[in-house]
């Protein structure tokens, strides 16, 4: 099954819910990828720097992983293609208009949107705000 391509359909049915953990960014610098086996990622993504994982906060603490803050992720579950034009731009503007950022992570069947987690309440109400 394809994903939706009419931005105007996507956001009139962009369906965010607020995912109940907590997520951290964590960087491996010069770590190539699945050195960590240890480790359940809910993401990750090979840079020329390093290894980014985004863990869920509670692995981070129980295996000593820095962090500097956490997420909450929000996913839209709409069915949207990777072809789809200018959902994260809509998204990521709606946040900015309210001082909020956005770390967008698009996977095959939906995106999610990381935000911080004591600004996921807030973030909700204004992506929510999108399909009205």
Do not use: W
């Not at 960087?27 to 480790?39: E, S």
């Not at 967008?104 to 995106?111: E, G, I, Q, T």
């Not at 807030?122 to 399909?131: D, F, G, P, R, Y």
Request: hydrophobic share 40%; charged share 10%; net charge negative.
């Amino acid at each position: 099954m394809s994903g939706e391509t009419d931005l105007q359909k996507i956001l009139a049915s962009i369906s965010p819910i607020l995912l109940p953990k907590e997520y951290i960014f964590a960087t491996f610098p010069n770590t190539p990828y699945g050195a960590h086996p240890h480790l359940s990622p809910l993401a990750s993504f090979q840079e020329a720097e390093g290894l980014t994982l985004i863990l869920p906060r509670t692995q981070a603490d129980q295996h000593k992983i820095p962090y500097q803050t956490t997420y909450r992720c929000i996913t839209l579950q709409i069915h949207s293609s990777l072809d789809a034009v200018g959902l994260t731009a809509a998204v990521a503007t709606q946040l900015a208009q309210h001082n909020l950022s956005a770390n967008v992570l698009a996977a095959y069947y939906h995106d999610h949107i990381f935000v911080q987690s004591a600004n996921a309440h807030k973030a909700m109400k204004a992506i929510q705000e999108l399909s009205n």
